[in-house]
């Protein structure tokens, strides 16, 4: 069966969305594009096996995810460790003022291993529930839950913000207690 | 005597801000991921990628057309 025009119109719409996920993967924007241009020749070749009614987007991350970590694979991780993952390492400092700079915000996701990235940049940012992330990452709804709250004390801890829960939007008085009860 | 329970109503207590959804806007976490990720979908996207669809699609097999 050919592709349904429907079909097409679908996929170009959920191209920004392909990008931004890819670029939370893989840190690089040229290989984010190269990564979503495989996504879609790879959801056009399999556009049969896509069930109309069904979460195109979560068929597409599937995709793209598995694409990532099959490339990742193949280039023994030289994907994100030849980039500049160090030098942004170096750049991360704590937040002032309470106002979390979205440079440090982004340094500080680099950090943070591949698998609790992606947790929280689905369940936190794309919309995703807990149960259409576990099926993207092809794992339980308990793992991914457990990644995103480890992603979430990590970045917590890199960025010193220090039990937020407490604070709310008043997160200025958090900073300047600074090292205050855990 | 069934008006009796009527001041019971007022008893629940209020859910603590922030412990329903510690990815809400009530974290600040919650919302530079949210910042973040708008920003990077809100990005301009390349004409490769309409250009790679047309191709797919002129490249398709005629055979199903009738």
Request: proline residues 4%; negative net charge.
């Amino acid at each position: 069966m050919s592709v349904s025009p429907r079909f097409k119109t679908d996929l170009l719409g959920s191209i920004p969305s392909l990008r931004a996920f890819a670029v939370s993967l893989t840190q690089n924007s040229d290989k984010a594009d190269d990564l979503v241009q495989e996504t879609l020749v790879k959801a056009w070749d399999k556009h049969e096996s896509f069930q109309p009614g069904t979460n195109l987007k979560a068929w597409l991350f599937t995709i793209l995810r598995n694409e990532f970590y099959s490339q990742m694979r193949k280039r023994g991780r030289e994907v994100q460790d030849s980039e500049g993952i160090m030098t942004s390492r170096l750049a991360v400092h704590p937040a002032q003022h309470g106002q979390l700079d979205l440079k440090d915000f982004r340094g500080a996701l680099e950090q943070l291993p591949e698998d609790q990235r992606e947790a929280i940049i689905l369940i936190g940012a794309s919309g995703f529930s807990y149960e259409e992330a576990a099926e993207i990452c092809g794992c339980a709804v308990g793992t991914i839950k457990s990644r995103v709250s480890r992603a979430r004390t990590k970045l917590q801890d890199i960025l010193k913000i220090s039990g937020e829960d407490e604070y709310g939007p008043d997160a200025i008085s958090s900073q300047v207690m600074g090292s205050s009860a855990a | 005597m069934k008006t009796m329970g009527k001041d019971t109503i007022a008893g629940a207590p209020p859910r603590r801000a922030g412990s329903a959804n510690p990815l809400g806007s009530n974290s600040e976490i919650g919302r530079k991921l949210k910042q973040y990720y708008d920003e990077l979908v809100s990005d301009d996207v390349p004409d490769r990628f309409a250009q790679l669809l047309s191709q797919l699609e002129n490249s398709e097999p005629a055979q199903k057309k009738d």
